[in-house]
C-alpha cells in the first residue's frame, strides 16, 4: 500500500491566530476543536499544528519549556487528547511541531546548564569560553546579531541560532538525541498522526568550525530518530530544511535511506529578494525563475524522494500578496496559485485563511508588529542608518506577521476571533474576507480549494503522474502536463494581470503519442474557459485544470 500521505492534503494551523474561544485574545485548542468541521468540510487529511507546548513565548511557541505539556494559553492536556479524539473521529490526523534544534532557556535542563561548568545538564547545550574577551567566533543569529550570548554565572557564552531565548541543544551529546525520541515516542503514545520538524537542518551543527546546517551527522541523528521512532507507525514526517538542494533532498525523504517522508524547501519562497541581499530586499517576481525552480524539484524525484507543496506558512507573507494580486483579481488569482501547485506532484499544504485569501497586513508603525525577527531586524538596520520608510516598506511585503493575523471568520467583531482583544491586529479587510461569507459563494477561493483537495483523492494521475513542463520560455504563462499511463492532466495558468493567448497543442502531442485532440475541463477559476488547446485565449490570472476525455 502507498503511504496516505501522498493523496493527502495537509492544513496548517497556527493556533495562536486561529479561534479563541474564552475571550482572552489568543486562539486555543477548544477553538480548533470546534472548527474541524469546517476542515473536514474542506477535504484535508491532516492538521499540523504550529507548537502547542509550553512555553514563554518568546518566538509564539518555538521556544518551548515543556515539550510534554500544554501552553496554558491553549489548555490542557485533556483538551490536546480531546482534539486528537475529535480528530480521529473525523479521519484527520493531527501533526505535531517538533523543534529539536532548540528549547526555551526556561526549559529546566538550560536552568540547570547554565548554573556550573560541572552540571550534568552542562552537555546538552553548547557553551564556549571567550577567544581574547570576544565572542566564541563570527556565527550570527537569524534574528539578528551574534548568536553567542554571554552567560554571567559561569562567564561563557552559549550558542543561540535564534533569539537569544533559544539556547541551542548539542547533539554530539548522544543524551540529546535519546531525550528527543523520548518526546517524540511520548507524542505518538497520544496519537499523533506524524511531525513537522522545525529547522531540523540545524541539528547537526559544528560550532565551532562554524558549521550550522548540514552537518555530517545530520543524517545519522534522523535515521536514529526513524528507528526509534517514526517507524513505530504509518506518520507522515516533514522536515523544515532551508539549505537543501535536490540532492540532500533525496538523502531526506528517499525511502530506502529511513529518514522523512518529505521535506519543506524554500528555493521558490526567495526568488523575490535580491540574490545575495537576504529575506527583506525586495525585487518582483520573473515568473521564468519560478518556473525553473518548480520544474527542478518536481523532476527531482523518481520513487527516490517526494515534495512538499506549499505557497505559505507562518513565517511567510501572503501567498496572495505576494505573487498575485490583492486588488482587483485577488480571487482570480488566489484560485490560479491554488491550481498551480495542487496540481503538481507532491503533498499540498495549505496555511490558514490561505482558503479564503487572506492578504498581507499593513501597519502604519513597528510598535504595531509582534514577531521578534521583525522586530530585531528593525531594531539593527534603523542603528546601521536605513530610514523607517524603507524598512516599513520590506515589512509589509515580507514580514511573518502578515501570516499571523487573527483568521477570518465573520463579518462581525474582531472578525469573529474573540470576543475579548485580539492578541495582534485583524486584517480591516474582515468585512470583505471571511469564512462565511466564503462558505455562502459557490464560486468562492474556499470551494476551488475543495475542489483541489477532492481532484487529488479523485485522479491518481495528480498523485503518480510524472510532471512535463510545457511553453518553458513563455515569460507569462506556466503550463505543465501530468502524464500516467494514458491519462493527462493539463495545468493551464496565467501569471498575469492581462489577456494572453498561448497554445499548448503541438508539445502536448509530443508527450502524448500525438493522441487527444480532445481535453475536457476539470477546474477552471473562470466561467466558460476556452478548451482548445491549439489555441487558448487566457483572461488576467485565468487558470484552467484540463483532463484528456
Ligand atoms: C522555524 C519556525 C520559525 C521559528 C524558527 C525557530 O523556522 O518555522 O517560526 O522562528 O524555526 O524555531
Ligand atoms: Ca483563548
Redesign the pocket.
Known sequence: MDKWWKNSVVYQVYPRSFLDTNGDGIGDLNGIIEKLDYLKLLGVDAVWLSPVFKSPND??G?DISDYRDIMDEFGTMEDMERLFAEAEKRGIRIIIDI?A??TSDEHPWFQEAKKSRDNPYREYYVFRDNVDGKVPNSLES?FSGSAWEYQEETDSYYLHC?SKK?PDLNYENPKVLKEMIDIENFWIDKGAGGFRL??IENIGKIPDEEIIVNGPRLHEYIHEMYKQAFSRKDLLVVG?CWAADEQIGKLYSNPAREELSMIFQFEHIGLDEVEGEGKWSLKPLNLLDLKRILSKWQNAFHGDGWNSLFWN???LPRIVSRFGDDGTYRVESAKMLATLLHGMKGTPYIFQGEEIGMTNISLATIDEYEDI?TLNMYREKIAEGWTDEKLMESIHAKS?DNARTPMQWTDGLNAGFTSGTPWFAVNPNYKQINVEAALRNPDSIFYHYQKLVRLRKEKKVLVDGDYRLLCADDPDIFAYARILDGQVVVVVCNFHGDAREVSVMDELAGLTGGRGEEYKILLSNYKDSGCDLSRLELRPYEAVMYELA
Open positions: 518566538d509564539n518555538y523543534v534544534n532548540h537569524v535564534f533559544q522545525d529547522v523544515e506558512n507562518h513565517d525577527e511573518r
